[in-house]
């Protein structure tokens, strides 16, 4: 079997997922070919004008390497430090310049992204409506994540899932796997240790799901087409609090948000960073930022920075431990109940 999987991960939960998936494809045989969304953005507009030369970054890069390493990308961002490219400026445009895989070859397309606003990124929504409309049919999979297991979540795929379906690419798998926020607050590090567990537990067998043909699709919430189409308000709410950010004195000049925005929307000129038009509130800017020097705009008061460690932490005092806490008891009973079911099957074969 070969399947092709293109992926978009803000800060990174998601490509923890997706190289879950990936890993047991592998153990399984399956023939994995993963594209990063990121990757086809290419805005028409002003894409040729050059802003600081990244060389006059090495000073602040050298002594943040260690944190740089750890973002997204960073193989093709460490070549252009190797390499003294110059950081483009790209403003403006949403445009994607695919150049389209052979579909044909793959037994399988799968879809990762991270939930905004119960509604799949925008990026995402663009990206695929690039993809070339075909008659043969494919199957589809898709994996999201988010920081909360509400039901309302599951609207997210149902506008991606209607553009996709015109090119051909039918969905017959879908699968949510909370992990911890990236904006609104910081989960503790026992909730994002304990999600992750959770995640990983489940994904070897939700992959042996999709192996053997067997369909799984989560539950949409009456009226949910209607309340994804208000929800998605919110990229446009992006694009418009997203000229609000703003960089604040303890800024290096590092300039890794420049060189991670998945939009371009980040430049750097004369000193001075500008913020544009084209903000999908992804959080990777202000997430990863070694300083926590990037505002958020109207959202500053939600802004979570720093990676999470995974790991426990007994010490750690719970200061949202009322919030959705039906709903993660239910998605946490949920796992360990189909786990059990899976463990009983096993031992009666």
């Not at 399988?108 to 992204?113: C, I, Q, R």
């Not at 604040?248 to 998945?262: F, L, S």
Request: net charge positive.
């Amino acid at each position: 079997m070969k399947v092709l999987i293109y992926y978009f991960s803000g800060t990174g939960n998601t490509k923890m997922v997706l190289d879950r998936f990936v890993q047991h494809f592998t153990e399984r045989g399956v023939q994995t070919v993963v594209k990063n969304i990121d990757d086809y953005y290419d805005s028409k507009n002003e894409c040729n004008k050059k802003t600081e030369s990244i060389n006059n970054y090495e000073n602040h890069i050298d002594s943040e390497n260690e944190y740089i390493n750890q973002t997204d990308n960073i193989d093709k961002y460490n070549k252009q430090i190797v390499d003294g490219d110059e950081i483009k400026k790209i403003d403006s445009g949403d445009e994607y310049n695919i150049q389209l895989e052979n579909i044909d070859e793959y037994d399988k397309v799968g879809l990762f992204y991270p939930i905004h606003a119960f509604n799949a990124p925008a990026n995402v929504l663009q990206f695929a409506k690039k993809l070339q409309k075909r008659k043969d049919k494919k199957p589809l999979f898709i994996v999201k994540t988010s920081g909360e297991p509400l039901a309302l979540n599951n609207i997210s795929s149902l506008k991606v899932k209607s553009i996709l379906r015109k090119r051909g690419l039918i969905l017959e798998n879908e699968y949510h796997y909370c992990m911890p926020y990236n904006i609104i607050f910081r989960h503790t590090d026992n909730m994002a240790y304990k999600m992750w567990e959770s995640a990983k537990s489940i994904i070897p067998y939700d992959c042996d799901e999709i192996i053997a043909g067997e369909k799984r699709k989560l539950k949409y919430i009456p009226c949910g087409r209607m309340l994804a189409w208000i929800f998605r308000i919110e990229h446009w709410a992006g694009r418009f609090n997203g000229k609000k950010y703003k960089v604040n004195e303890n800024c290096i000049k590092c300039g890794m948000c420049v060189r991670n925005c998945p939009t371009h929307n980040i430049t750097m000129e004369n000193g001075n960073f500008k913020f544009g038009k084209n903000c999908l509130m992804c959080m990777r800017c202000s997430f990863n930022c070694p300083k926590n020097c990037i505002k958020i705009g109207l959202f500053e008061n939600w802004k979570v920075n720093g990676r999470y460690s995974f790991t426990p932490n007994k010490n750690q005092v719970e200061t949202h431990k009322n919030y959705c806490k039906r709903s993660y008891k239910k998605y946490f009973s949920k796992i360990e109940n189909r786990l059990n079911s899976i463990d009983a099957k096993s031992n009666t074969q």
